[in-house]
């Protein structure tokens, strides 16, 4: 089934040249169903590539999706076209009174800041507490992760010696592998990182009701799951397109950064060479299964997420 978005996006274009049906206004209200709301909480400064990421793999799945993009409103993005925020973003006093089957949260480029001094912490601090009663299951992506695991459950953060950059190989932890969301997973799979931070499984481990679901030997927790909510907390990139890593290691050292090569990234070690995306195939089936369970599991009204208890 297709995914509905603004008719006037610049993303749409992109997106219909790969394949990805998009559904009109008038067309989505023929259909005799409900579709499912998801509301994408975009903190990525490229926001037109993250756009497409993440409409990519929701409209893969084989339900209606209504795709609501969400911006801060105490942050002003830079690098994006005038008006473009103003046009296609909603700001939580927007959809204070909305309802939504699932929200996404996404990484943003600021994780060595602690988390009170970056500027639009409190406002999105108050975006968490608003979706715990209007939202029915939250995915936090890499800092987007971080920053819910730390407001909803005291899980600090800790600074790495160094950039954790690559490709890296995935395994399932046993409970992992009952988890719905990793349904028809390998037990090692490839999965991008790009994090100056991570969180230790000791303290992910005080919290009774966070579960593990995956890790690497090299980098770490990748994959943390809320038993009681359902929440998920992925703390690495699956929506990365195949030359993401390539780009960010060009601006790295266009900064002056000393970030070595991606681990496991471009055949033969060389930079020449155009990498390829041997992780795709899971993304796909991560967000087709987190879908699945939004479709199993929400109200048909989602007015009724208000009276939950969590």
């Known amino acids: ?27 989505a209200l023929e259909q005799d169903i409900r579709p499912l709301k998801i509301v994408l909480l975009n903190l990525m400064p490229k926001k037109h590539e993250t756009e497409i990421q993440y409409a990519r793999l ?3 799945t084989p339900l209606q999706i209504e795709l609501t993009l969400m911006t801060t409103a105490s942050y002003e993005p830079r690098n994006v076209p005038p008006g473009h925020m ?9 959809i204070s009174d909305d309802f939504f089957d699932g929200m996404i949260f996404t990484g943003a480029p600021i994780e060595r800041l602690p988390f009170e001094d970056v500027d639009y912490w409190p406002e999105l601090t108050e975006i968490i507490d608003w979706s715990s009663s209007n939202v029915a299951r939250r995915l936090g992506v890499c800092w ?18 160094q950039k ?50 995956s890790r690497s030997l090299e980098a770490g927790i990748a994959m943390v799951r809320d038993s009681a909510t359902q929440d998920l907390f992925v703390l690495n990139h699956l929506e990365y397109d195949a030359e993401t890593l390539a780009e960010e290691y060009a601006r790295d050292h266009e900064a002056g950064l000393s970030t070595a090569l991606p681990a496991n990234y471009f055949p033969e070690d060389n930079p020449d060479l155009p990498p390829v995306n041997r992780w795709r195939p899971y993304a796909f089936l991560l967000v087709a299964n ?12 989602l007015s009724e997420l208000a009276q939950r208890k969590l």
Do not use: C
Request: charged share 25%; glycine share 8%; hydrophobic share 40%.
């Open 1 to 27: 089934m297709p995914i509905k978005i603004p008719s006037e996006l610049p993303a749409r274009k992109e997106l219909e040249s790969e394949g990805v049906e998009i559904i009109g206004q008038e067309s």
């Open 58 to 60: 929701l409209g893969n």
């Open 86 to 94: 103003d046009q296609f973003y909603r700001r939580l006093d927007d």
């Open 144 to 161: 987007g992760a971080q920053a819910l695991m730390y407001h909803l459950h005291e899980v600090p953060k800790y600074e790495l010696p």
């Open 164 to 213: 954790l950059f690559g490709v890296f190989d995935h395994a399932m932890e046993t409970d992992g592998r009952r988890a719905g969301v990793l349904a028809g997973f390998t037990n090692r799979f490839p999965m991008p990182v790009s994090r100056y931070t991570g969180n230790l499984p000791e303290a992910i481990d005080a919290v009774p009701r966070l579960e593990v679901l």
């Open 290 to 301: 987190w879908i699945k369970d939004l479709y199993r599991h929400n109200p048909f009204d």
